[in-house]
């Protein structure tokens, strides 16, 4: 067996590996920009694998073939399978372009469909990049999310914008310092690029739906995100409590944003986002009972 295909087979295992360990050493001591550009090109690896995986089987018998790779798995590894692990490559990339287009498509779909107006900036926060612009939109529903969108610029060059979209419903229900703990928190997701890794991510799992890896790599990131922006949240405003109640007014209402692809502010559906969300509120609570923040009126 010629000693080039075996390296050139091997290499997206060495490298799945080499970027999992430097995920894990990441999870807890980088920057979320960090963690989320890992992730990324984590699951790319993964997407590789797996592709070419399953081409193998489907060359190999089908059932027959899941047999074969279970008995020996490092046959996938031979020299011949090299066209295998091109097109698994290929398939992979079109996979994640496919989940790219549709997720700014979803977000300029979104722009069209809610009728947005601008809101203006909070006064107490300051004045955002140019590129963020916040909005709000007619809903009942207490919604708040966050989405990066790619837009031309100049002759051929592009642009990302950082949309933050707040329904009327979530605004008729806060106070003053709740709606701009909520800004901030959505500020935080766009400072660490969540709206564009996050909800790649998000709707690449979406896709993936057989693929629980994915799903599972998405809500540990999810999860991780949204502690991470209330923190942002309560360095920028110095009010936890402000977050914890706009937290709580919004879960009352039955959850999460009815779009697919953003970076919502309670941010997944069902039991779990609800647990999850108690979690978040209990957290900031903790926060403010530390003393390390001033008690704020509630307004």
């Known amino acids: ?32 920009a960090t963690v989320l550009r890992l992730a990324a090109a984590f699951l790319a690896s993964w997407a590789v694998l797996a592709t070419t995986a399953l081409l193998w089987v489907l060359s190999n018998g089908g059932f027959r073939g899941i047999e074969r790779l279970i008995a020996s798995p490092l046959s996938l590894f031979d020299g011949q399978f090299l066209v295998l692990w091109l097109l698994g490559a290929a398939g992979a990339f079109a996979v994640f372009l496919v989940a790219f287009v549709v997720s700014q498509a979803v977000a300029r779909g979104i722009l069209r469909l809610v009728v947005a107006r601008p809101l203006p900036w909070p006064t107490t926060l300051a004045a955002p990049p140019a590129s963020v612009a916040l909005y709000e939109f007619p809903s009942a529903r207490p919604d708040a999310f966050t989405f990066t969108v790619l837009e031309r610029g100049r002759g051929l060059g592009l642009f990302r914008r950082d949309v933050i979209l707040v329904s009327e419903g979530l605004l008729e229900r806060l106070t003053t310092e709740e709606w701009e703990a909520v800004v901030a928190h959505e500020l935080g997701h766009i400072r660490e690029l969540d709206g564009r890794y996050l909800t790649f991510i998000r709707m690449l799992s979406r896709m993936m739906r057989w ?17 991470r922006a209330d923190l942002d949240a309560v ?24 779009y697919p692809g953003p970076v919502a502010l309670l941010g997944v559906r069902g039991r779990r986002g609800r647990r999850e969300t108690v979690e978040r509120i209990r957290r900031l609570v903790a926060l403010a009972e530390s003393g390390e923040y001033p008690e704020e009126p509630v307004g």
């Open 211 to 227: 693929d629980p890896f994915f799903a599972l790599l998405s809500a540990s990131l999810t999860r991780r995100e949204e502690y």
């Open 1 to 32: 067996m010629a000693l080039a295909p075996i390296a050139v087979t091997y290499l997206p295992v060495l490298v799945w590996v080499g970027i999992g360990f430097g995920l894990l050493a990441a999870y807890r001591r980088s920057t979320s």
């Open 235 to 258: 360095e920028l405003t110095r009010r936890p409590r402000a977050l914890a109640r706009a937290l709580f007014k919004a879960g009352l209402a039955g959850g999460r944003s009815r």
